[in-house]
């Protein structure tokens, strides 16, 4: 059986400074012509900025935990990140993950909200901003 991350469920403080806390969630759509894709959202609790939205067709665990340690680089580690306890969120590759950072890890419970604003609206920009950077193309 396969090892898998359990992170904690316990009640959540809320943050009071930058880089206390990040939730981590995705949101999917579809380009006009049927291509779909994928928005990894990292997003600082406190400050409300989105640190990173990963675009691509297929984002698993270990592409995940390079763009993790990627903006850790730039930004400073989180203290704790909180997710839905997707297949993506559990993987080995980020069980791996936060065993080597020391970063805390906490599940929500299914369709409870984790990010602040409308995940439909940030769908709809993202979608926008694939196309106008010429990003997943159109076959032809």
């Known amino acids: 059986m396969a090892a898998r991350a359990t992170g904690t469920r316990a009640p959540m403080a ?14 999917a759509d579809a380009l006009s012509w ?5 928005i990894l959202c990292i ?24 763009e993790l340690d990627g903006l850790i680089a730039r930004r400073g580690k989180p203290a704790t990140i909180v997710s839905d306890n997707g297949t993506e969120m559990t993987s080995r590759a980020m069980l791996e993950w936060t065993n080597r950072t ?4 906490h599940y929500i419970a299914p369709g409870e909200p984790q990010q602040n604003g409308s995940r439909r609206e940030l769908q709809r920009q993202a979608a926008r901003r694939v196309s106008e950077r010429g990003g997943l193309r159109q076959p032809g």
Do not use: K
């Open 102 to 105: 020391g970063v805390d890890w």
């Open 43 to 66: 997003v600082d609790d406190f400050t409300r900025e989105a640190l990173a939205l990963v675009v691509d067709t297929s984002i698993g665990g270990r592409r995940m935990a390079r």
């Open 34 to 38: 049927g291509r779909r894709f994928r």
């Open 14 to 27: 809320l943050p009071d400074g930058p880089n206390q806390r990040w939730s981590l969630d995705f949101v």
